[in-house]
T-cell receptor, first 112, second 114 residues
C-alpha cells in the first residue's frame, strides 16, 4: 500500500523567513496530493492541493511543487508569520479512490 | 452550518470499558470517516462510509466498530478499550468521498485508556 514520509518533524523559523516541508510517496499510482494545516486544539484543514498533471501551484504565500519522477512533493511558505505556526500534514491519494494516506506531520514554529 | 461536530471532547476510560464517540455533520455529505492521530504517525484511517448503510475498513480497524444509519451521523464504538487505543480521534466528511473532495474535520476527541 501507499506510504508517505514527511520531513522534518519539527521546523523552527524566524518571522519573515521561508519554510519548506518535504514529502515522499511510494505508490506511483497516487495522483492527488493535499496539504492540511492543524492549529492547536482543532482538526486539520485543507490549505492547498496539487494534482499529478501539474508541477507547481501557488496560493498567495504558499506553494506546492511535485516531482512525479522522484515521487517527491513539497510545501513552501514564504514570508512566514506567527499565525503560520501549526502542524502541517502532507497526504497522497488516487483519484476516484476513497482513502487518503497522511504523512506523520511537521510542527512549524514561527518566532516573532 | 455547524460543520462536523464531535462529542465528547475528552474521555478517560479504564481497560475493558466500552464507549461510543459521536460524530455528526450538517453538510449533507455522503462520505464520513474516522481517523486516529498518534504522535509521529500522522492520521490513520480507521473506518469510512460512502453513504447510509455502507461502511468499510481503513488502515487500522481492529477494536473499533461503526455503523451509518443516517447521512448525518457516524458513531465509532470501542467495544473493549485497550491502552493502545489512547489517541486523538477525528471524524471527517466530504461531499462524495472521492479522494479529490475536500475533507472537513471535526475538532477531535482526546481519549485516554488507563
Amino acid at each position: 500500500g501507499e506510504n508517505v514520509e514527511q520531513h522534518p518533524s519539527t521546523l523552527s523559523v524566524q518571522e519573515g523567513d521561508s519554510a519548506v516541508i518535504k514529502c515522499t510517496y511510494s505508490d506511483s499510482a497516487s495522483n492527488y496530493f493535499p496539504w492540511y494545516k492543524q492549529e492547536l486544539g482543532k482538526g486539520p484543514q485543507l490549505i492547498i492541493d496539487i494534482r499529478s498533471n501539474v508541477g507547481e501551484k501557488k496560493d498567495q504565500r504558499i506553494a506546492v511543487t511535485l516531482n512525479k519522477t522522484a515521487k517527491h512533493f513539497s510545501l513552501h511558505i514564504t514570508e512566514t508569520q506567527p499565525e503560520d505556526s501549526a502542524v502541517y500534514f502532507c497526504a497522497a491519494a488516487i483519484t476516484g479512490g476513497f482513502k487518503t494516506i497522511f504523512g506523520a506531520g511537521t510542527r512549524l514554529f514561527v518566532k516573532a | 452550518n455547524a460543520g462536523v461536530t464531535q462529542t465528547p471532547k475528552f474521555q478517560v476510560l479504564k481497560t475493558g470499558q466500552s464507549m461510543t464517540l459521536q460524530c455528526a455533520q450538517d453538510m449533507n455529505h455522503e462520505y464520513m470517516s474516522w481517523y486516529r492521530q498518534d504522535p509521529g504517525m500522522g492520521l490513520r484511517l480507521i473506518h469510512y462510509s460512502v453513504g447510509a448503510g455502507i461502511t468499510d475498513q481503513g488502515e487500522v480497524p481492529n477494536g473499533y466498530n461503526v455503523s451509518r444509519s443516517t447521512t448525518e451521523d457516524f458513531p465509532l464504538r470501542l467495544l473493549s478499550a485497550a491502552p493502545s487505543q489512547t489517541s486523538v480521534y477525528f471524524c471527517a466528511s466530504s461531499y462524495r468521498g472521492q479522494s479529490t473532495d475536500t475533507q472537513y474535520f471535526g475538532p477531535g476527541t482526546r481519549l485516554t485508556v488507563l
